[in-house]
């Protein structure tokens, strides 16, 4: 018997019409469906677009991802995901999970193929790019991201403002992800090295409150969730000819 293919799909940033025609086709024809969550935020869309084009008789397993656990745990529970899912592909099925955005930008899917590969390295994987999170911001707010050669840095997570710091000192593009409570601080960081007007913020773009804002001073004193699925984008030009 051949052995199914595991798909890891991107699903965009939240709007519908971001899933590209990859995904939905491979969506309505799905039997298996697994669907990344946390305890941790209340964000929902990501099992609406499945539960939107999967089919009645499609499986929707969810699997837990804790950010606050130890890196030992973490690998322990992926290995367990990947050997279930391993054990559907030797059947025969096929699998897909699905992640916001594109699965190989800061994505669980990334841990997941890596606990596939380890456990069986010729493992039948196809990977479908999604929407980076990041682009539908820089669309919505007209903001170029990558522009002559100044480079382009992402930081993943803005837990420590010295990192954006530095980055800043890089000149380019600065791509600031998982933002949270930290949102006053770089607003107050990004006042004192003169780039509040080169810069945007964009909260749950696609989303039904979805929040744009171009001068990010109208942040200050904003509700603490303001941050939460939220990108600042910074346009610096330090180190520009
Ligand atoms: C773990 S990363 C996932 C990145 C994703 N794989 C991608 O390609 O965009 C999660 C971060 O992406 C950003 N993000 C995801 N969806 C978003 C949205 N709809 N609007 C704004 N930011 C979003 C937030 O900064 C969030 O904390």
């Not at 596939?116 to 911001?137: E, F, N, T």
Request: aromatic share 6%; with cysteine.
């Amino acid at each position: 018997m051949n052995s199914g293919t595991f798909h890891a799909v991107g699903l965009g940033p939240g709007d519908p019409d971001l899933l590209t025609l990859r995904a939905v086709n491979l969506l309505r024809l799905a039997t298996l469906v697994y669907v990344p969550f946390s305890r941790l935020t209340s964000q929902t869309w990501v099992e609406e677009a499945v539960r939107r084009y999967a089919g009645q008789d499609c499986m929707i397993f969810k699997v837990e991802f804790s950010l606050g656990e130890s890196s030992a745990t973490r690998q322990r529970h992926w290995q367990a995901t990947a050997r279930q899912i391993i054990e559907r592909l030797r059947r025969g099925e096929d699998a897909l999970f699905v992640t916001l955005g594109d699965p190989l930008l800061f994505s669980t899917a990334i841990y997941l193929i890596r606990a596939l590969r380890k456990q069986w390295p010729d493992i039948p994987i196809d990977i479908v790019p999604g929407v980076s999170a990041y682009a539908h911001c820089a669309a919505l707010t007209s903001f170029a991201v990558g522009e002559g050669t100044l480079p382009v840095t992402i930081i993943p997570s803005v837990t420590a403002l010295a990192e954006v710091q530095t980055a800043i000192e890089r000149g380019g593009t600065l791509v600031l992800m998982k933002i949270g409570r930290h949102l006053p601080q770089i607003i107050n960081l990004l006042e004192d090295k003169g780039l509040i007007e080169h810069s945007v913020f964009v909260a749950r773009a696609g989303l039904p409150e979805q929040h744009v804002e171009i001068d990010l001073r109208n942040l200050r004193g904003a509700e603490a969730k303001t941050g939460n699925l939220a990108i600042i984008l910074v346009h610096n030009q330090n180190g520009e000819q």
